[in-house]
């Protein structure tokens, strides 16, 4: 929406400072009939409806004044306000039940129709979790697929921050509003996606992340994804509504197997055994569905990057996965201090990726 | 009857003279101190006249003045016990003490006569020697400690009665003969803690040679069991010896504390000091009511090893500021401002979150990442400015642990490490600092240059592994000092790189 130009879209706007759900919207907009103005609204009987909080709440900001200074310091701090009755609202999300009728965006909206693939997981991943969401992520990225996640700790931060390293584009759906990103540590992260890619909240910006806020907003995350992508994640994991919305809303459900004793790759690898998801051992997998035939390669720049023989020795002894530090010092049979400067220098030019708990592994 | 005999007090580690002044004169018998003395010191009263009286002498039923001269000076402590008794007893004749105030006089009485050992004798007595006083007697307990003292007659004394027989010329007592200190240390030297008993850990040891070198701070990460402790126990093996200079100035410290070894009467080697996390603060900082020192000016020219970092009170952490850029603290406390030394090297450990096994291969961390952020971020800005080292260290494996190889021992890394400091003393000859990490950022900027290769390493390093800003002069500086172990003049790409690989903590992977 770009301006007030209407009864009903000032009473849209009005709205949508509350936060209330699709269904309480519905019905309001629905018992105002066809008369949208706020004198109408004064006259409504809302008992049923809303709670008396509400009620006076609202009574009380039921005020053009108001309402045109809300929808301008919206737009003072670049906020698009997406309503289900505008033509920019994506098509993803228009079929859907439970589609949010408001949709707080930073960013670029033309996202929010290009192909999308959402990544989502645990927020606490293993060293194994992050290096294959990281390899995935970067090759889906890579062919400009748009990689959708929600900000949080773990798979979700490391899918946007891959996403954006690659030069790719990242849409990030909160479970608060802009003025409380939540986690803290990621508002830094939240700011860099606003610019290169895009925020999404349906949450007006002054509301404060709960509990429950999150497993709803995973709704628009499986909503907006084309496909929905899990890494590794717990049987108990807040991933499983982001799955289940993503069977209801009939989206590809993708799932990365694991090993079966860790107790993270026990949705991924219950999904694949139900049948519900399908098998990803490669970014392959995931892009027959989006019609890409021809996948881009790295950068060329990596692949010039000349080995010395010290650090050929370092690479060789991780062809067969993550090592941890003592045992490559112990078998590289460098000294320790060129040891360090050649592994750093590996890491530069990205071909080696450290991990917490002294673990290296190949990126 | 009149009398006046030296002794001397302290405040904080500087001695300052005082005069005993005595007058015993006829009247009621009476016993008073005046000159702003302190519990222990008005209580001298009880020990002067059992001591005296235990000794064989007569304690004059008369009226008894005592001054501690300068009167507006607060004094503390028992030393001051044999000065007012051999005052007391000068006042008689009898006796035939002579050139009694040519002497200064420390020591505490016992009921029985004897004198027992005080603390804090040795910067008294150095105090005493610049201020150019010449002849001691102390107790003999102290004995040790002022054996390193040389230039001045130094007398021991173990019972009242054995210095009222020296100063009335019945008995012969002679100087104490000057110490060996390089002898001292050699004897002493302690080979348990050696780094040839660490298996594996080749990434920790290679950090802490470098932090030996350069004088840098350490902060070691890991999981519980993984030898953070063991690491820091080894690790004054292999600094530079002390120097006397350097063991005077610590013995001074301990001295004072009271935690001075007696039978070897100077500090030898490098303190090791690791206060719980429960520790005060103050007790960390010193002060108190008379404004003792604390552990980092006990850790002064030593290591001061902070286990379980985070779990110190923030507070407490963030007290180690001022001390970790200025070498020194400053207590101050109503009675008292005091400025101790506080020049340690500061090694910390923690875990990588409130459980410790986060990153671990074999056991699953339960800590929620909002946890695990907060537990780090316990760790301020200013604080991780200050230390230049953050490694990881991993558990061994048993395979390590049973294997018969032999590390490197900590002699062979320490010469590596005096040649390093070596260069440094030439580099720092005009500026007031002596190592690496203390470089100003102007001497960072004329001293740590960079070749073309260098140059680009680190604008690399920069960009790809989102190294924070705070970090690139504390690169420099460790850079710096892995090209003086290398003996190199320039900091070269292979330095800058080895540096990089020692910020743990910079890098973002933490969430």
């Not at chain 2, 990153?359 to 301020?380: D, F, T, V, W």
Request: net charge neutral.
């Amino acid at each position: 929406m770009d301006r007030i130009d209407s009864e009903f879209s000032r009473f849209l706007v009005f709205l949508s400072m509350f936060d209330n759900t699709y269904s309480k919207n519905k019905q309001l907009i629905e018992l105002m009939g066809n008369d949208f103005s706020l004198k109408h609204f004064f006259r409504l009987n809302l008992e049923k409806l809303v709670n008396d909080k509400t009620i006076s709440k609202m009574k009380s900001w039921a005020d053009e004044n108001i309402i045109e200074n809300y929808f301008d310091s919206l737009k003072g701090k670049g906020i698009t306000l997406l309503t289900s009755f505008d033509q920019e609202y994506p098509e993803k999300l228009k079929g859907l039940s439970d589609a949010p009728m408001f949709l707080f965006c930073k960013g670029d909206l033309s996202l929010l129709n290009r192909p999308s693939l959402a990544v989502v997981g645990t927020r606490k991943p293993t060293n194994y979790g992050r290096i294959v969401t990281e390899k995935l992520v970067s090759e889906i990225a890579r062919n400009g697929i748009v990689i959708v996640s929600g900000l949080a700790y773990g798979i979700d931060s490391i899918s946007h921050r891959k996403c954006l390293n690659e030069g790719g584009k990242t849409i990030a759906v909160l479970g608060s509003g802009f003025d409380n990103i939540y986690p803290t540590d990621h508002v830094a992260l939240a700011e860099q996606i606003a610019k290169e890619g895009l925020l999404v909240s349906e949450y007006s910006p002054k509301r404060r992340a709960t509990v429950y806020t999150f497993p709803v907003r995973n709704r628009i995350i499986a909503g907006l994804g084309d496909g929905v992508l899990i890494t590794e994640a717990g049987i108990k994991s807040g991933t499983i509504h982001t799955k289940d919305y993503a069977l209801d809303y009939g989206k590809n459900l993708f799932a990365v197997p694991g090993n079966i004793n860790s107790e993270l790759s026990a949705l991924p690898n219950d999904i694949i055994k139900s049948g519900q998801a399908e098998c990803v051992t490669e970014a392959k997998d995931i892009f027959s569905h989006y019609n890409i035939k021809k996948e881009k390669d790295r950068k060329e720049s990596k692949n010039n990057f000349q080995l010395s023989l010290e650090q050929q020795a370092i690479v060789s002894l991780l062809q067969d996965g993550m090592k941890d530090i003592d045992y490559l010092t112990k078998n590289c049979g460098l000294p320790i201090y060129s040891f360090n400067s050649n592994l750093t220098m590996l890491e530069i030019s990205g071909i080696v990726t450290r991990l917490p708990g002294g673990n290296i592994s190949l990126s | 009857m009149l009398s006046k005999v030296k002794s001397f007090g302290l405040k904080g580690i500087e001695g300052f003279p005082i005069d005993v002044e005595t007058d015993v004169s006829n009247g009621l018998p009476h016993f008073e101190i005046v000159g702003l003395a302190d519990t222990a010191i008005k209580e001298a009263k009880e020990r002067v006249r059992s001591a005296i009286k235990n000794s064989g002498y007569e304690y004059p039923a008369k009226r008894i003045t005592i001054n501690l001269a300068p009167a507006d000076i607060k004094k503390e402590g028992a030393l001051y016990d044999l000065s007012i008794a051999v005052a007391i007893l000068s006042c008689n004749e009898e006796y035939k003490i002579k050139n009694e105030d040519k002497y200064v006089y420390v020591g505490e009485l016992s009921f029985d006569g004897s004198v027992k050992q005080v603390r804090g004798v040795l910067p008294l007595l150095i105090s005493a020697r610049k201020l150019g006083y010449k002849k001691f007697i102390i107790p003999i307990a102290n004995k040790e400690e002022a054996s390193f003292i040389d230039g001045i007659n130094i007398y021991c004394v173990k019972s009242l009665k054995q210095t009222i027989d020296f100063l009335s010329g019945e008995e012969e007592l002679f100087p104490i003969e000057c110490c060996d200190f390089k002898v001292l240390q050699n004897e002493d030297s302690d080979m348990s803690m050696d780094f040839c008993n660490v298996k594996g850990q080749a990434m920790a040891k290679r950090a802490l040679e470098i932090a030996a070198a350069g004088g840098h701070n350490l902060l070691m990460i890991g999981p519980p069991g993984s030898g953070k402790s063991m690491l820091a126990k080894c690790f004054p093996s292999i600094l530079p010896s002390l120097t006397f200079e350097e063991a005077l100035e610590v013995t001074k410290i301990h001295s004072i504390a009271g935690e001075l070894d007696l039978k070897k009467g100077i500090v030898t080697h490098r303190p090791f000091r690791s206060p719980h996390h429960t520790a005060s603060t103050v007790s960390l900082t010193g002060g108190g009511a008379n404004s003792k020192p604390g552990e980092i000016s006990l850790a002064d020219h030593g290591v001061l090893f902070l286990d379980e970092f985070p779990e110190y009170s923030r507070q407490t952490i963030e007290t180690l500021r001022q001390p970790l850029e200025d070498g020194v603290i400053t207590v101050a406390r109503s009675n008292a401002t005091i400025t101790y030394p506080a020049n340690f090297t500061l090694i910390a450990s923690m875990n990588p979150c409130p459980c410790g096994n986060y990153g671990s291969k074999e056991k699953e961390c339960h800590c929620s990442p909002g946890q695990i952020s907060r537990y780090l971020a316990k760790l301020s800005g200013p604080i991780m400015d200050r230390i230049d080292i953050h490694i990881e260290v991993d558990n061994v494996t048993y395979d390590q642990l049973k294997s018969d190889e032999r590390a490197e021992r900590s002699s062979e890394i320490k010469k590596r490490v005096n040649k390093a400091r070596a260069v440094q003393t030439e580099r720092f000859k005009n500026d007031k600092n002596f190592c690496n990490a203390k470089m100003s950022s102007y001497q960072v900027k004329k001293y740590c240059k960079l070749d073309a290769n260098g140059d680009i390493m680190l604008r690399n390093a920069f960009e790809k592994l989102k190294l924070s800003a705070r970090a690139h002069d504390r690169l420099l500086k460790v850079a710096r000092t892995i090209a003086d172990l290398d003996g190199s003049e320039n900091i070269e790409a292979q330095h800058i790189a080895e540096a990089i690989s020692y910020r743990q903590l910079d890098r973002k992977y933490w969430n």
